[in-house]
């Protein structure tokens, strides 16, 4: 089914038991993909509006930063319904009527990544660089 992984609607630290702390990067909830439209009970004309409604509680509950995933066979009827493509497309020509904004996951971290800094879910040192600068995350 479709929905927040480990209950988040935000982009988190997860938590490392090996080391008893939260961990030094975010994790980003992918909250919908394609088959899990398909396979997690609803029906085909359900897609869109399902995933139109998650996008919503994101935004009411969360600080924004989950992932959609549609596979390329997604689209054009032949590996999943044409009701799939249908649903990304839609949901793509409202972002701006919702005030969403759609970013890879180097951007989105990129814009975030000072605020969890700010906040103490990840140490100082990791944040981010600024546009156009490399950055390398150790994982420990």
């Known amino acids: 089914r479709i929905g927040f992984p480990a209950g988040a609607c935000f982009a988190f630290p997860p938590y490392c ?3 008893e702390r939260p961990a030094t ?3 980003i909830p992918m909250a919908i993909m394609d088959v899990s ?3 997690g009970g609803y029906e085909e004309a359900e897609w869109y509006d399902a995933s139109a409604e998650l996008l919503s509680a ?3 509950y969360g600080w924004g930063g989950i992932s959609l995933l549609w596979h390329p066979a997604a689209f054009g009827g032949g590996w999943l319904a044409r009701e799939a493509g249908e649903a990304f497309w839609r949901l793509l020509d409202h972002r701006q009527e919702w005030n ?3 970013l ?3 951007a989105f971290l990129q814009s975030v990544g000072q605020r969890y800094v700010d906040v103490g879910l990840l140490p100082a040192e990791y944040a981010w660089a600024e546009p156009g600068e490399p950055r ?3 994982f420990n």
């Open 37 to 39: 439209l398909r396979d």
């Open 136 to 138: 390398l995350v150790e």
């Open 104 to 106: 890879s996951a180097a």
């Open 25 to 27: 990067f975010l994790e």
């Open 58 to 60: 994101s935004r009411r």
């Open 100 to 102: 969403d904004t759609w």
């Open 17 to 19: 038991f090996e080391q």
